[in-house]
């Protein structure tokens, strides 16, 4: 149980288009998403948080207008890297929070981006 | 958020049990514990989650003291394929279940 998936799980794009990445709870209701970004050799960095029909809650220093959060549903998520540059080149992955048990976040696999 | 500590790497062989120690000084009342682990170009895995005392599961054991200002994540006799970074992660409820990651031990393990 408990399992979260995202896609596509890689990405390879040109200056300047967007990007929309997709996270999924494939067998429980998410009523929080999360949204984080690791860079090669780091740990992850939080980006936003994303509650099922409300706006998402960002990070300091993190620009809501480039990085369009959309949580429509209970088991889907998107994130969409608008306008992508070469320096949104990264490893992203979400989390679901299990609905009944706050505290547990389940991590998706991750979605690679590389914007050339 | 309770900031965690723990030890930038470790190493370890075969067979060994593995013990990582992580501190959270500033732990609130309502904040549960909860170790991941992360291979490369992977999502973080969830290994176990305690509030206090000892939590075993069929991959490892937390230990938490009394006054939770830290845990031990112990790996029992630990293989290759343990080497990952482990996490700690402290998580406050009122503020939507947030966490924050820590740098992570990189654990190496050797045959």
């Known amino acids: 149980g408990a399992v979260v998936s995202q896609h596509p799980s890689w990405v390879i794009c040109k200056s300047g288009t967007s990007v929309k990445i997709e996270c999924r709870s494939l067998?429980?209701?998410?009523?929080?998403m999360f949204w984080y970004r690791q860079f090669p050799k780091q740990s992850l960095m939080l980006m936003a948080t994303?509650?099922?029909?409300?706006?998402?809650?960002?990070e300091q220093g993190v620009e809501k207008d480039k990085f369009l959060i959309n949580h429509a549903s209970l088991t889907l998520s998107t994130l969409t890297v608008t306008s992508a540059h070469p320096e949104d080149s990264s490893f992203y992955i979400c989390?679901?929070?299990?609905?009944?048990?706050?505290?547990?976040?389940?991590f998706g696999p991750g979605t690679r981006l590389l914007v050339l | 958020l309770a900031k965690t500590t723990q030890p930038i790497s470790m190493d370890s062989y075969e067979g060994q049990e593995v013990n990582i120690t992580c501190s959270h000084n500033?732990?609130?009342?309502?904040?549960?514990i909860t170790w991941y682990q992360q291979f490369p170009s992977q999502g973080p895995r969830f290994i176990i989650q305690?509030?206090?005392t000892k939590v075993t599961n069929e991959v490892a054991s937390l230990f938490i003291p009394a006054d939770r200002k830290s845990s031990t994540l112990s790996l029992p006799r630990v293989s290759l394929s343990d080497t990952a970074v482990y996490y700690c992660?402290?998580?406050?409820?009122?503020?939507?279940?947030?966490?924050?990651f820590g740098q992570g031990t990189e654990l190496s393990v050797k045959p």
């Open positions: 500033n732990i609130a009342t309502n904040d549960y």
């Open positions: 989390s679901a929070r299990e609905g009944g048990r706050k505290e547990t976040q389940y």
């Open positions: 067998d429980f209701q998410a009523t929080t």
């Open positions: 994303s509650n099922e029909g409300s706006k998402a809650t960002y």
């Open positions: 305690g509030y206090k």
């Open positions: 992660l402290v998580g406050e409820d009122n503020q939507g279940g947030k966490l924050i």
